[in-house]
């Protein structure tokens, strides 16, 4: 018996066949898939996906035999990914100076080996896709070619599992850090808003004791002092809400969609410039109805806000299919650019227009809906026509179960 050679860049190699992170562990069903289509189609009693670690081969998928690792040293695929050629093969290993006295052939009836190399995108020999027989055979070239392909699957399977290893740690790191934005929201908020209040206070303290004493130019100053101070912290207050907006609590509840429209439009205080059209059906729905509250009262709020006509129109519908209800808000306000539609859900961004009151957003309302309606199993999207109109139309899933009353 000769054992296989170490390869020259066994190293790095080694470095690779880790970073998929197979190594003991369990038998995959895709894996197990493959080496048991191959056995019973080529007609061998064993069927192997094995990676090479540093002194053992390890079977990650071990159709025909019981144990799942071997030592490297007299290992067939030890020397199969040697090869230079794309399906190593030992058609009778009793005859083959290399393996003749391989306990493999003499205690287990090793005699016939074909091994293809898994070789990733970087070159290295991770380990095989190999067969065995015990008695001497040849493989015609359907058989070569299949075993070919079906390797290259293998490879596959590892890069994707490999990717989702990868996405799973960038999404927890960005958990982390978004939890470490969160609090550190949370704390500059709670530092700020109590001066923010002493401020607003302070302002009304001054006018109300210096008002006969302040010209017209100190009592602007001082308004001016008070609305920045309120803008600053509704700036503040919203942008904590939309941190916030992906820890929706509050159970599932029976609502009729129109009256609770008509507590919103109470709470907005609509002057009669407006008309806002309910859904013709008053549709009975299931869901969490604070989140869904934050949501209408975001989107009819920027309606009547971004909105440069004499009669402000918002027409407002809900449908139920299958698995969603389905909303659309529709109003014939200022409109949104073209350039802006793809990123007006995105966390700061504004389209520059002032609204009615001569402010300008903040650019986190519409992507705090965003985070809610998903938060509620749906989408939204966004179409306008500048100048003309704008339609927000949002889905919200459908509970697996419906409240009785």
Known sequence: ?????????????????????????????DFDNITSLISNVIDVPIALVTLLDLERNFLKSHHGVSFNESPRSTSFCGHAILSEDNLFIVEDARK????????????????????????????????????FDTKPRVLNKKQKEMLIVLAKQVVQLFELRKNNLELREVRKELVQQNEKLKNFAGHVSHDMKMPLANMIITSDILKKKYEGKLDEKGLEYLGNLKRASFTLSEYISNLLEHYESDKVEGRHESFYVNHLLEDLVDLLQINTNCDINFPEEDIEMVCNRVALEQILLNLIGNSLKYNDKENTVIDI??????????????????????????????????????????NKGHGIGLSTVQNLVKSLGG???????????????????????????
């Open 379 to 405: 989408t939204i999207t966004v179409d306008s026509k500048l100048g003309e109109k704008t339609s927000f139309n949002f889905t919200i899933a459908k509970p697996d179960y419906h409240l009785t009353k």
């Open 96 to 131: 083959d100076e290399i393996f003749k006295d391989n306990p493999l052939v003499k205690e287990h009836k090793a005699i016939f080996y074909a091994g293809v190399p898994l070789i990733n995108a970087d070159g290295f020999a991770l380990g095989t896709l190999c067969i």
């Open 1 to 29: 018996m000769i054992a296989p050679k170490i390869p020259k860049n066994e190293s790095a190699r080694l470095k690779a066949v880790n970073s998929y992170q197979l190594l003991d562990t369990l038998p995959e069903e």
């Open 317 to 358: 519908s809900c449908l139920i299919t299958d698995d969603f209800y389905n909303f659309s808000i529709t109003d014939n306000g200022v409109g949104i650019p073209e350039d802006k539609l793809e990123s007006i859900f995105d966390l700061f961004s504004t389209v520059g227009n002032l609204d009615r009151n001569g």
